[in-house]
């Protein structure tokens, strides 16, 4: 069965080092109602990534909104984050179940395939990531997946995720194809002026291209 936590604007941090710059912007993301928010930096190192991780499980708390740890299971344990999201090459989705226990969120990346959403689900993940849906600029080298993958994996039963390239004006589509979440980097961090107006902005965007799906 569906959850409902995984459903929204699910931003992802850029690579920064500048903490109060960092702290700052997503503060203006969660108040304009992003519902998940996941740490990814690959620039930090491992002392950075610790400090980062927990001043932003002290702000996500505030917001009650899941703090999730891109690549590092390790990580999301020491900070007692809500979920870990691991790709192909991050390591075992049945031991970070395990690790993180029944109530964990576990996120697994399909790129565009089904048999990959298929066993990522046999191994306990909570919800499927497919894309790049869009070109994206942040990972200009990741594969396209077709916004058509979205009514495949409706048969899985576990919330979908959309990732790559999602902007203002395409996050509709998005919504539109039964996506569930709407995985934003560049649009809200990167491109913004206003990072929270426009989490806003996305966030109504996306709810109009579901509501579309439903047939409302
Ligand atoms: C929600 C979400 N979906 C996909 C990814 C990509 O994960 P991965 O393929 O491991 O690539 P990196 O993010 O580690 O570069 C993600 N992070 N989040
Ligand atoms: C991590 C990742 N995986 C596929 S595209 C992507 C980057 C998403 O960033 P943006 O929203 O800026 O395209
Ligand atoms: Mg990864």
Not at 15 to 42: C, F, I, M, P
Not at 66 to 90: F, T, W, Y
Not at 171 to 176: K, L, R, S, T, W
Not at 186 to 191: K, N, P, Y
Request: hydrophobic letters at 50%; glycine letters at 10%.
């Amino acid at each position: 069965m569906k959850g409902n936590i995984i459903d929204g604007l699910y931003a992802i941090t850029p690579d920064w080092l500048d903490d109060e710059h960092l702290l700052e912007t997503v503060e203006a993301v969660l108040a304009g109602g992003v519902s998940l928010l996941q740490y990814r930096n690959k620039r930090a190192d491992a002392a950075t990534r610790l400090r980062q991780a927990r001043a932003l499980r002290a702000l996500t708390r505030r917001f009650t909104v899941p703090l999730i740890i891109n690549d590092h299971l390790d990580l999301a344990e020491a900070i007692s984050a809500e979920g870990v999201h691991l790709g192909g090459n991050d390591g075992n989705l049945a031991v970070a179940r395990a690790r993180l226990g029944p109530t964990a969120i576990i996120g697994a990346s399909c790129y565009a395939s089904i048999e990959r959403a298929r066993a990522a689900r046999a191994a306990g993940a909570s919800y499927l990531a497919f894309g790049a849906v869009f070109p994206s600029l942040t990972k200009p080298n990741a594969p396209l997946a077709p916004l058509t993958l979205f009514a495949q994996a409706a048969e899985l039963g576990l919330p979908t995720v959309a990732i790559g390239g999602i902007d203002a004006d395409n996050i509709a589509e998005v919504g539109a194809a039964g996506a569930d979440a709407a995985a934003v980097i560049g649009s809200l961090f990167l491109e913004s002026p206003a990072p929270g107006v426009t989490a806003a902005t996305m966030l109504g965007a996306l709810r109009a291209g579901q509501a579309l799906h439903r047939g409302e």
